[in-house]
Structure formats: C-alpha cells, structure tokens
C-alpha cells in the first residue's frame, strides 16, 4: 500500500494503467474511514466535448513511478467507471457503485458509515 502521506505529494502527476497508457491526472484521495489508508483516488478524465471529470479507481496493488502513478486496472476499465463533475462530490448513494464497477466488496458501517472519505 502507498502511505497516504505520500500519495498526497503525487496530486498532479499522471495515472497510467499497467500498460502505461494514460488514464488522467490524479485529482484526489479517498480513503478507508476504518484504516484511514488510501483506497481510491479520483482522476481527472477529459471528456468527449473538452468536459473534464473525476473517475474513481482503486489504490490497490499500486505503484509509484517517476512522475507517476500506476494502477493495476486496465485505462478502459478506469474511463468508464462511475464520475461525477470536477466540482462534485462523491454521494452516498453512489459510493456503492464505485466498489461494484470493480468488482469489489462493499460494505457500510455498523451504523450504516461510509466507506470512503475524501483527503
């Protein structure tokens, strides 16, 4: 895992799939509101008509380069994952879908919690 002390320093950088292609810039952390480590970052994504906005993809098995950060998802995967605006926020009701779009485990706290939280 990538401390999140360090992932913070990366804001601005490219995010690139396993491949090297180029999925955006990395625009933001969220993290884990139980461990408070990183688990997805939001990505700034230029749209179809110059629109730009913030796809959420997963910190795990992630790595840092020079002047990048790579994640472990193909940029397909990473395009087409639930965004909102790059002056939105992340809801409740949608954070569900951001874990289902990677096929990963989901679940709210005991008194119905989120899971992530934006650093």
């Known amino acids: 895992m990538i401390p999140a002390g360090n ?3 990366w804001r601005g950088e490219n995010v690139v799939d396993p491949d090297g292609h180029k ?3 990395l625009e933001s952390i969220y993290v884990d509101v139980v461990s408070d ?3 997805f970052i939001g990505v700034e994504v230029g749209g179809l008509i110059g629109g730009k906005s913030i796809v959420f993809v997963p910190l795990k098995d ?3 380069g020079p002047r990048e950060v790579r994640v472990a998802f193909p940029r397909d ?3 087409a994952a639930p965004s909102i605006d790059t002056d939105g926020e ?3 009701a949608d954070e569900p879908n ?3 779009h990677y096929q990963l485990p989901y679940s709210t706290g005991a008194n119905g919690e989120r899971q992530l939280a934006r650093r």
Do not use: N, Q
């Open 7 to 9: 992932i913070r320093d």
């Open 23 to 25: 999925i955006g810039t």
């Open 37 to 39: 480590e990183p688990s």
């Open 62 to 64: 992630s790595t840092v």
């Open 77 to 79: 995967l990473a395009k």
């Open 90 to 92: 992340l809801t409740a």
């Open 98 to 100: 951001v874990f289902a």
